[in-house]
C-alpha cells in the first residue's frame, strides 16, 4: 500500500504543469488601488459664511483656507489640502455659530426692549 502511495506521489512530481492529465489553467490577477478618501475643502459654506456670516472675518479666512485646500487637492498634496480643509471647517463653524449667537441676542435685546431699533 505505501509503495503505490510513494509511486503515485513520483508520478504526480514528474508531471509538468503543461503535460499530463492537469494542463495549467491561467491565472488572472486583479489589482485594486486604493484611493485616498476625497478631502473636503467645505468651498461652498466658506464662501456663504463670507457673504452672508462674515463675523470678524472668519467668512475671508475661511474662504482663503478653503481655496487653499482645493488648489493643494488639485496639486496632489493630499496631507496638506486635508490640513487646511480641517482649518476651513473650524473658522466655518466659529463663523456660522457666533453669527446665529449675535443675531439671537440683537432678537432678545429688541424683544425685551432693551434696544430700539426704530427711530422715535
Not at 510513494?6 to 489589482?31: F, W, Y
Not at 472668519?58 to 493630499?78: E, H, N, Q, T, W
Amino acid at each position: 500500500m505505501e509503495s503505490r502511495m510513494n509511486q503515485a506521489l513520483v508520478e504526480n512530481d514528474q508531471l509538468s504543469p503543461g503535460k499530463g492529465r492537469c494542463p495549467e489553467i491561467p491565472a488572472t490577477m486583479v489589482h485594486i488601488a486604493t484611493e485616498p478618501l476625497p478631502v473636503k475643502d467645505h468651498f461652498l459654506w466658506s464662501m456663504f459664511n463670507f457673504v452672508y456670516c462674515n463675523f470678524c472675518c472668519l467668512g475671508f479666512m475661511a474662504l482663503a483656507f478653503s481655496v487653499k485646500a482645493r488648489d493643494r487637492k488639485m496639486l496632489g498634496d493630499i496631507y496638506s489640502a486635508s490640513h487646511y480643509g480641517a482649518t476651513s471647517k473650524a473658522l466655518n463653524l466659529a463663523a456660522t455659530l457666533l453669527t446665529i449667537a449675535l443675531v439671537i441676542t440683537v432678537v432678545a435685546l429688541a424683544i425685551s426692549g432693551v434696544i430700539h431699533l426704530r427711530p422715535r
